[in-house]
């Protein structure tokens, strides 16, 4: 006897088919999404590598800084130090020339002749006074122009005036014997300047570089 089958079978094969495609699409989903966590996993990481790299970066760059504003701090006291240097050899050389000068002021002036004032601006000495005759300045100007500290004597003022009423004037002077006021400027010199130079680069011969010969010139004048 022959069997019908009565069941839907198509039914069940639509529903097991469904069931398939269901499971597919959940096993799909479920790789997307453990994908998807792999990737943000992936980039998560990269991102905090690239943090702490920049963290470190920061954090050198930083030192550098500090170094750099450490150097800088050390410039500034480097050229405060040679500043002050320089201030101590001006000084001790200002103080050497100024006793030179004085020397040769009181070497240089002849006879006849007689200083009221003396005033320095900067390189340029003025000296103003009394002469007996013009002959006596001109003389006093060559004895200026060799002594080697005073140089390009400038005669601003000669000229017969039978008072003094200049207030440096000493009150005892004889404006009868000495009738001529004088005014002249002279520039500062050093002629040991060369020798001093040449002595700070070869310690071993600093005991040449002195004024040695500058007496020998002073008894000539």
Known sequence: MARIN??????????????????MLGFAALAGVLLSALVWFYYDRQIDGQNERNAYLTAEIDKVKAQNKEIDELDKKRDRLLARKRVI?????????MVHL???????IPDGVVLTTVKQEGEVLTLEGRSQSN????????????SGWMTRPDLSIIEAKAQDKTANAAPVLDTKALPYVFTLKVTL?????????????????????PAGGQPQQGAKS
Not at 135 to 146: C, D, H, K, T
């Open 102 to 108: 004085f020397d040769s002021l009181v070497r240089t």
């Open 135 to 146: 002959a006596r300045v001109s003389n006093y100007m060559r004895n200026l122009e060799g």
């Open 6 to 23: 009565l069941l839907p079978w198509r039914a069940e094969r639509r529903k097991q088919r469904e069931r398939e495609f269901y499971s």
């Open 89 to 97: 050899e001006e000084l001790q050389a200002n103080r050497s020339q």
């Open 189 to 209: 010199a050093n002629p040991n300047q060369k020798a001093e130079e040449q002595a700070g680069t070869e310690p071993g011969k600093a005991g040449a570089a």
